[in-house]
Each structure stands twice: as structure tokens, then as C-alpha cells.
């Protein structure tokens, strides 16, 4: 019999990835959405699609119809400015709506949920890479949502016996990567580059990240949910990149020709990122695959298509 996941945020950047792949295994496969930063064009013709957002009591209703073996969750509220300006709704969405999906799984003895968690629950920290056992130190109402997500996790594993994995993502991009609004990095950089704009870089463009691709991330949770394994994993390269290096690497790959220009820094942002894999490649013999030239390479491709 074929098994059922149920993607959250399943029109969204990471989700769409994810959904991709369940369906390319053979699953079942449903998507909830409620298409505020998602986009229907993301959205895989072969999954079942439920406009709903994750607050919403009649998310239960979507269980009723269909029995759900897995949960992807990867709805949220993602933009780290908003959850400055509007710390209520980034927990109305990140805490109180992940507690309405943990309590329908625990209702519907879903079998495991996979999390979208974040780099940034560690905040600023000068011990990189960071492993899974640093104090964990939020610097933003974002991380802090994640956080919790995370506690709430090991709080229906310990009382409901809910089994559950939790990835820690790194900088995640790749193709349907929004370049609206705060979005992704690569994503902004590329999109102004490739439209003659200047893009601006926060800070002095020294900050570093760890840039892991979608495609990776979607693998690690198909790994998770065909595994019995569980706990908090970081997903990662365990590469550290400059800003002011992604800016050359971009810059050289699309043919722009502008400087640098720069901004003032961004309010909540860490400074240096960079995630051990080293639990990851372990536990689930899984290395992300993606080099970054040529994951820019396909992100690049996309967005000539859109052009």
C-alpha cells in the first residue's frame, strides 16, 4: 500500500523540493499551504492540494479524508524582519500553528514528523563549525519560534511517543528561491544581476554563511521518513562563504559588471555561520551533494527561464 506524507508548506521554496521528491520515490502525497509566500506554480501536478493554513481547525479535516503516515513541516514564517517588527505573528504561525499540527499527528497517530528547523536557534556564536551540542543562543524571535518548535518536538516524543527528526537548516538555496522582499540571498543577488540592478549587500560583507542546496535538504528529510532514526541533525556543507564571495562568484557567473555597493547591516542577523554535518554524514551516510558554482549554475538557469 502505498504511504501517504503531508507536506506542509508544500508551494513553498524548500517544500516544493520536497514534495518533488516524495513523488518522484512513489509516495502519496499532500500538501497544505496557504499560499502567503508560497506559489501554486511550485506546486507538483500529482500532489493533493489543500489551501489551509496551518492555524486552521479544519486542518483536521484533511486527516479525516486521507490516512497520513508522515509529516514534512515546513510551513512558517520565515522572514527574519518581519519576526523583529511582529514577534505575535511570527509565534502565531511558527509555535501555535506547529502545536495544531502536533496535536492532529498525536490525534491520528501519524508515524513520524519531520521539522524545519534553523541555524538560526544557535545566534552568534565564535565556535565554528557549530555542532548539534552548542548552547543554543537565539538572536532573533525567528530562531526563537524554532527553537521552541524543537522542545515542543521532545515534548510530544516523551508524553505521546511521537517520533519525530528535526533538521537544522543552514542558508538554503536553489531554484524558486523568492527574490521578493527580505527572500534568499542567492536568490536577491542573482535575480538583480541578471536584471541590470544593483544589488546591496548588509554589513561590511564579511558575514559568512553556509549555503546548502534545496535539493539536499529535500533528501535528508526523504532519509528521515525512510528511517527510524530520530533527534536534532544540522544540515549543512560545513563550508563557510562571504558574502562579499558569493557577490564575486554571482558576479562572474552571470556577467555583471557593477560594484559593490553597501547597506547598513541587518537588524537580528549572525554574523558567521557555518553548521557540522559530521552527526548528519554519520547517523544517515548522507553528504549534501551540491558544490555551490554549480548549484548558483541551476538557480541561475531558473530564473532565465522567468526572464
Same mark, same amino acid.
Given at each position: 500500500?502505498?504511504?501517504?506524507?503531508?507536506?506542509?508548506?508544500?508551494?513553498?521554496?524548500?517544500?516544493?523540493? #520536497? &514534495?518533488?521528491?516524495?513523488?518522484?520515490?512513489?509516495?502519496?502525497?499532500?500538501?497544505?499551504?496557504?499560499?502567503?509566500?508560497?506559489?501554486?506554480?511550485?506546486?507538483?501536478?500529482?500532489?493533493?492540494? *489543500?489551501? =489551509?493554513? #496551518?492555524?486552521?481547525?479544519?486542518?483536521?479535516? &484533511?486527516?479525516?479524508?486521507?490516512?497520513?503516515?508522515?509529516?514534512?513541516?515546513?510551513?512558517?514564517?520565515?522572514?527574519?524582519? %518581519?519576526?523583529?517588527?511582529?514577534?505575535?505573528?511570527?509565534?502565531?504561525?511558527? @509555535?501555535?500553528?506547529?502545536?495544531?499540527?502536533?496535536?492532529?499527528?498525536?490525534?491520528?497517530?501519524?508515524?513520524?514528523?519531520?521539522?524545519?528547523?534553523?541555524?538560526?536557534?544557535?545566534?552568534?556564536?565564535?565556535?565554528?563549525?557549530?555542532?548539534?551540542?552548542? @548552547? !543554543?543562543?537565539?538572536?532573533?524571535?525567528?530562531?526563537?519560534?524554532?527553537?521552541?518548535?524543537? *522542545?515542543?518536538?521532545?515534548?510530544?516524543?516523551? @508524553?505521546?511517543?511521537? +517520533?519525530?527528526?528535526?533538521?537544522? *537548516?543552514?542558508?538554503?538555496?536553489?531554484?524558486?528561491?523568492?527574490?521578493?522582499?527580505?527572500?534568499?540571498?542567492?536568490? /536577491?543577488?542573482?535575480?538583480?544581476?541578471?536584471?541590470?540592478? !544593483?544589488?546591496?549587500?548588509?554589513?561590511?560583507?564579511?558575514?559568512?554563511?553556509?549555503?546548502?542546496?534545496?535539493?539536499?535538504?529535500?533528501?535528508?528529510?526523504?532519509?528521515?521518513?525512510?528511517?527510524?532514526?530520530?533527534? %536534532?541533525?544540522?544540515?549543512? $556543507?560545513?563550508?563557510?562563504?562571504? %558574502?562579499?564571495?558569493?557577490?564575486?562568484? =554571482?558576479?562572474?557567473? $552571470?556577467?555583471?559588471?557593477?560594484?559593490?555597493?553597501?547597506?547598513?547591516?541587518?537588524?537580528?542577523? /549572525?554574523?558567521? +555561520?557555518?553548521?557540522?554535518? +559530521?552527526? =548528519?554524514?554519520?547517523?544517515?551516510?548522507? $553528504?549534501?551533494?551540491?558544490?555551490?558554482?554549480?548549484?548558483?549554475?541551476? &538557480?541561475?538557469?531558473?530564473?532565465?527561464?522567468?526572464?
Amino acid at each position: 500500500m502505498t504511504e501517504c506524507v503531508l507536506v506542509t508548506g508544500g508551494a513553498g521554496f524548500i517544500g516544493s523540493h #520536497i &514534495v518533488d521528491l516524495f513523488i518522484s520515490k512513489g509516495y502519496e502525497v499532500i500538501v497544505v499551504d496557504n499560499l502567503s509566500t508560497g506559489n501554486i506554480k511550485n506546486l507538483n501536478q500529482k500532489a493533493k492540494f *489543500y489551501q =489551509l493554513d #496551518i492555524r486552521d481547525k479544519n486542518l483536521e479535516d &484533511v486527516f479525516k479524508n486521507h490516512k497520513v503516515d508522515f509529516i514534512c513541516h515546513q510551513a512558517a514564517q520565515v522572514n527574519v524582519r %518581519i519576526a523583529i517588527n511582529d514577534p505575535m505573528l511570527d509565534s502565531d504561525i511558527n @509555535i501555535r500553528g506547529f502545536i495544531n499540527v502536533l496535536e492532529i499527528a498525536r490525534k491520528y497517530n501519524v508515524k513520524k514528523v519531520t521539522f524545519a528547523s534553523s541555524v538560526a536557534v544557535y545566534g552568534d556564536t565564535e565556535n565554528l563549525p557549530i555542532n548539534e551540542n552548542e @548552547i !543554543t543562543n537565539p538572536i532573533s524571535p525567528y530562531g526563537i519560534s524554532k527553537l521552541t518548535g524543537e *522542545y515542543f518536538l521532545n515534548y510530544y516524543k516523551q @508524553i505521546f511517543n511521537l +517520533s519525530f527528526t528535526a533538521f537544522r *537548516y543552514a542558508n538554503v538555496y536553489g531554484p524558486r528561491q523568492s527574490s521578493i522582499g527580505e527572500g534568499g540571498v542567492v536568490a /536577491i543577488f542573482a535575480d538583480k544581476m541578471m536584471s541590470g540592478d !544593483t544589488p546591496i549587500i548588509n554589513g561590511d560583507g564579511n558575514q559568512t554563511r553556509d549555503f546548502v542546496f534545496a535539493g539536499d535538504i529535500a533528501t535528508a528529510n526523504l532519509l528521515a521518513i525512510e528511517s527510524k532514526i530520530e533527534g %536534532i541533525f544540522n544540515v549543512s $556543507t560545513k563550508l563557510e562563504t562571504t %558574502i562579499n564571495s558569493l557577490f564575486d562568484q =554571482l558576479a562572474l557567473l $552571470t556577467g555583471y559588471k557593477g560594484e559593490k555597493i553597501y547597506g547598513p547591516k541587518t537588524a537580528g542577523d /549572525i554574523y558567521k +555561520s557555518c553548521l557540522d554535518n +559530521s552527526k =548528519l554524514v554519520k547517523t544517515f551516510n548522507f $553528504t549534501p551533494q551540491m558544490n555551490l558554482t554549480e548549484g548558483l549554475i541551476k &538557480v541561475i538557469n531558473a530564473l532565465k527561464k522567468e526572464h
